[in-house]
T-cell receptor, first 115, second 113 residues
Framework: DAGVIQSPRHEVTEMGQEVTLRCKLI?????LFWYRQTMMRGLELLIY????????DSGMPEDRFSAKMPNASFSTLKIQPSEPRDSAVYFC?????????????FGSGTQLSVL | AQSVTQLDSQVPVFEEAPVELRCNYS??????LFWYVQYPNQGLQLLLK??????LVKGINGFEAEFNKSQTSFHLRKPSVHISDTAEYFC???????????FGSGTRLQVQP
């Protein structure tokens, strides 16, 4: 398996533009997590899904952020409109279904820069 | 809600020296504890985890951690570090019955020759 695949690796955009980050889960995994990493705030959980259903979205900063799982193996995180303070590395991670504490497999992240 | 405190933002150490990275947590319920490592430009990888049983947990790459319930700590140790251990290390906690992890702010381990 190729692991968790995120795209793009780097995204540079201008303030006000829409940004879509993509994540492909490991085959057979059924939980998906979106994290944001910044120097100031470290790793923050934005949202997570289990079996395509959003379980906890309390970490989503505001209505400009939305996340979906259109199918069991794919997720998108959309920011519209983007702002400079959204600049960060966004990670997605997937988890199998053998137990609540099975390890997370992280993608390589998307480095987002909003100018 | 749980929280994780990593007391050291950076730890410089010479190669082959021992190292301890500190982690304290707070929670009102039972927790599970994890250490993840992040190499430059990569995602996080699991080093080890404590769920129950023996309080000394051994992980990959020669790392181990000890769960101390009375001190609410889960410090990570390695008796002899290598240059290749240079990375950022994150302590994380999840509450029993929940999938989501809360991460600490990370400790950058810098191994010098």
């Amino acid at each position: 398996d190729a692991g968790v695949i995120q795209s793009p690796r780097h995204e540079v955009t201008e303030m006000g533009q829409e940004v879509t980050l993509r994540c492909k889960l490991i085959s057979g995994h059924n939980s998906l997590f979106w994290y944001r990493q910044t120097m100031m705030r470290g790793l923050e959980l934005l949202i997570y899904f289990n079996n395509n259903v959003p379980i906890d979205d309390s970490g989503m900063p505001e209505d400009r952020f939305s996340a979906k799982m259109p199918n069991a193996s794919f997720s998108t995180l959309k920011i519209q409109p983007s702002e400079p303070r959204d600049s960060a590395v966004y990670f997605c991670a997937s988890q199998g279904d053998r137990g609540l504490n099975e390890k997370l497999f992280f993608g390589s992240g998307t480095q987002l820069s909003v100018l | 809600a749980q929280s994780v405190t990593q007391l050291d933002s950076q730890v410089p150490v010479f190669e082959e020296a021992p190292v301890e990275l500190r982690c304290n947590y707070s929670s009102s319920v039972s927790v599970y504890l994890f250490w993840y490592v992040q190499y430059p430009n990569q995602g996080l990888q699991l080093l080890l985890k404590y769920l129950s049983g023996s309080t000394l947990v051994k992980g990959i790459n020669g790392f181990e951690a000890e769960f101390n319930k009375s001190q609410t700590s889960f410090h990570l140790r390695k008796p002899s570090v290598h240059i290749s251990d240079t990375a950022e290390y994150f302590c994380a906690v999840s509450e029993a019955g929940r999938r989501a992890l809360t991460f600490g702010s990370g400790t950058r381990l810098q191994v010098q020759p």
